[in-house]
């Protein structure tokens, strides 16, 4: 632990804006599907408000609606009731302005190309000539992939995989990171490294003309939840709604050591009861 | 009620060296085609023909069988050998019109699948057409095509083109359909439009599938070329000489053009094999860049 600690630099955070547009706004939106058994609720009605430059976890039980509440954010699949918006407009241009940066829980990368290949995929698709991007070297450096970028995605690892899908999403500088359980398929040891890799790829340079970053990030950890986020938002099980807000309390910018401490051990123990408890929510939504 | 985070984490913990390992094996060199191993493929079924071949040859000695009904192997070898000229150049023509149909059949295919591969009402309307193509013998269709296309190699080439045609359309739907969806998602993310997510993602996706489709139809375009050789006998071909030396009765020269049928037979579907094998090579390799 303490070796790990002192190969991660300190992260640098960006200011959470309150008078910008909101990155997320989720007004009543949810979502419905119509089965032979009648109509199935996937995510209930749902109100949500994150600040550019807010990094926010999302914690529930498998099938609440997880995945499907962060497809109708990056404008995958329309809200069936309720709007959604992405930096005060609708996911749809957010997707024009390639504001968003997905990553999933599998690497899903395109095997017949090479890791450069992949990272350049975003920039290299609908291309603008507003496009400033990153410099694909440097970024390759970043995530600890020097030397791999002529390599294939099945010559590298699992872990190595995620970091160059989390490097695509990273590519075209987006304001707003989409990562749904982006670590679930890795091992521990590199998961936990990835946590805080995560955190300082996350603060590093952006775009001047866009909102700071933020981040949802998705997960079934609860530990992970805490370590990384300013808030944790709790769902229920299905129809998922969000049914507690915990801000997090250890002190910025996060170290591993942190993970030790008595305020981490006790956010974990709110989320925690957040889960247990789905119909009464521990902490009140508006606490944040 | 809820999955508790730690029990997860041991259940998709690896063990400490596996990364490390898959690794390793994963970054050596990729292995070259080679030729050695084809040596243990040849040799045991070229015995094993020179055996049959020795057999019949006594058989039809010892016997005495007549040569209007089996002929000797050794004189088959003899004609072949003798007049390889004529049967090169003819099998020539033969090879020429089955590619030509397979071109035609494979490249209308690729089009109407990918048209298909994006809208349902193009698949309702087109592909129970194409089924119904399938279950058709096409070859019942040469005197048609004969009329409309006149006694020249347009028909037997568009009989090879059709009957390559079906594989080659569900194959190449299938690859176009069969891509992974958080790809499919990532495109959409940043607005990639209907022509780039094809280029980028469904072309190359479909790929081993076009592959796999060409293995097939390959020979199905020499069996269309040459049943339609059979018809148009007065335009050359390998068909075309069977049917006449059959008339003739010189069994010798026909079993002589059938062998060389094999022959270009083995040619075409080993240079498909060697495509794909140097082209799924390609792709194995570390790319040029875009």
């Known amino acids: ?288 | 009620m809820f999955s508790n985070p730690v029990r997860r984490l041991d259940s998709v913990d690896a063990p400490f060296s596996r990364t490390g390992e898959r690794q390793r094996e994963r970054l050596a060199p990729l292995p070259l085609p080679s030729w050695r191993p084809l040596a243990g493929w040849v040799a045991p079924p070229l015995v094993a023909l020179i055996i049959l071949a020795v057999a019949v040859e006594i058989w039809v000695r010892a016997g005495g069988v007549s040569v209007w009904v089996m002929p000797r192997p050794s004189s088959v070898l003899d004609v072949f050998v003798s007049d390889f000229g004529l049967y090169f150049s003819e099998g020539l023509l033969t090879m020429a019109v089955s590619l030509a149909g397979l071109a035609v059949g494979t490249a209308a295919a690729t089009l109407l699948a990918a048209g298909v591969a994006h809208s349902q009402l193009l698949e309702r309307a087109v592909l129970p057409i194409a089924i119904m193509i399938k279950v058709t013998p096409v070859v019942a269709l040469i005197p048609l095509f004969i009329i409309w296309l006149g006694h020249s190699i347009e028909p037997k080439i568009a009989i090879a083109a059709l009957i390559t045609y079906f594989p080659v359309l569900i194959n190449a739907i299938a690859g176009f359909r069969d891509v992974d969806a958080r790809m499919h998602d990532f495109f959409r993310s940043v607005n990639a439009s209907t022509w780039e997510i094809f280029r980028h993602l469904r072309l190359p996706a479909a790929v081993p599938y076009l592959f796999a489709s060409l293995k097939i139809s390959v020979t199905l375009s020499l069996i269309g070329a040459v049943v339609a050789e059979f018809f148009l006998s007065g335009q050359g071909g390998l068909g075309a000489l069977i049917w006449i030396e059959q008339n003739n009765l010189r069994l010798d020269r026909v079993f002589a053009a059938v062998l060389m049928l094999t022959l270009i037979g083995v040619t075409l579907s080993t240079a498909v094999v060697a495509a794909e094998r140097v082209f799924s090579w390609r792709l194995d390799q570390p790319s040029a860049g875009a």
């Open chain 1, 1 to 288: 632990m303490t070796s790990l600690a002192a190969s991660t630099p300190p992260v640098i955070r960006h200011p959470i804006e309150p008078e910008a547009a909101p990155a997320v706004q989720l007004e009543g939106a949810g979502l419905t599907y119509e089965s032979k058994d009648g109509i199935l609720e996937a995510v209930a009605p749902t109100t949500l408000k994150i600040r550019a430059g807010e990094f926010v976890a999302l914690v529930g039980p498998s099938g609440c609606g997880k995945t499907t509440l962060m497809r109708m954010i990056a404008g995958l699949i329309a809200p069936s009731i309720g709007t959604a918006q992405v930096f005060g407009d609708s996911p749809r241009v957010a997707q024009q302005r390639k504001r968003l940066g997905l990553v999933f829980q599998e690497p899903a990368l395109l095997a017949w190309r090479s890791v450069e290949d992949n990272i350049r995929l975003g920039l290299e698709l609908n291309p603008r000539e507003t496009d400033t991007g990153m410099n694909i070297e440097e970024l390759i450096e970043v995530v600890g992939l020097t030397g791999f970028g002529r390599y294939r995605p099945a010559e590298l690892s699992g872990g190595m995989q995620q970091r160059v899908a989390l490097a695509r999403a990273l590519a075209i500088d987006p304001p707003l990171l989409l990562l749904d359980e982006p670590f679930a398929a890795l091992d521990e040891i590199t998961r936990e490294q990835m946590r805080y890799e995560l955190l300082r790829l996350w603060g590093v340079s952006h775009n001047a003309q866009e909102p700071p970053r933020s981040a949802i990030f998705v997960t079934h950890s609860v530990a992970e939840a805490v370590a990384i986020s300013d808030r944790v938002l709790v769902m229920s099980p299905r129809p998922g709604r969000i049914i507690a807000d915990v801000p997090i309390t250890t002190p910025q910018p996060r170290r591993p050591e942190h993970e030790h401490s008595d305020r981490f051990i006790n956010n974990c123990a709110i989320v925690r009861a957040a889960l247990r408890a789905p119909t009464t929510p521990a902490v009140p939504l508006d606490a944040a």
